[in-house]
């Protein structure tokens, strides 16, 4: 069974950070590349991040590029999402998933982590 648990929301000032954290289950992690998305009320789920499966590759959005930083670490099946310098327009729930630009499990969502970015 496929599970992806995130963590490491919360409520934050602007310019503050944040390290998100998921933890995946049920599949091979260390041969699946992963990827981070979120989604604000209202809004479609959209890529945030991703990274291949052995961290030499990596893929930002343009709004991500020189403030977060996708990593993992393959011996716990962990994926983190390093945020720097938020700003309000951050604001959303998180959610990690298999694949590099887009998720392909997509039938098995985890319940996401929240980042507020008060101004």
């Known amino acids: 069974q496929v599970q992806f648990v995130e963590s490491g929301g919360g409520l934050v000032q602007a310019g503050g950070s944040l390290r998100l954290s998921c933890k995946a289950s049920?599949?091979?992690?260390?041969?699946?590349?992963m990827s981070w998305y979120r989604q604000s009320p209202g809004k479609e789920r959209e890529l945030v991040a991703g990274i291949s499966a052995d961290s030499y590759g990596r893929n930002y959005q343009d709004f991500a590029h020189g403030r977060f930083t996708i990593s993992r670490v393959n011996d716990i099946n962990t994926v983190y999402l390093q945020m720097d310098d938020l700003s309000p327009s951050d604001s959303a729930t998180y959610f990690c998933n298999a694949g590099y630009y887009r998720p392909t499990m997509d039938n098995d969502w985890g319940r996401g982590t929240l980042v507020t970015v008060a101004s």
């Open positions: 049920g599949f091979t992690f260390s041969k699946s590349d």
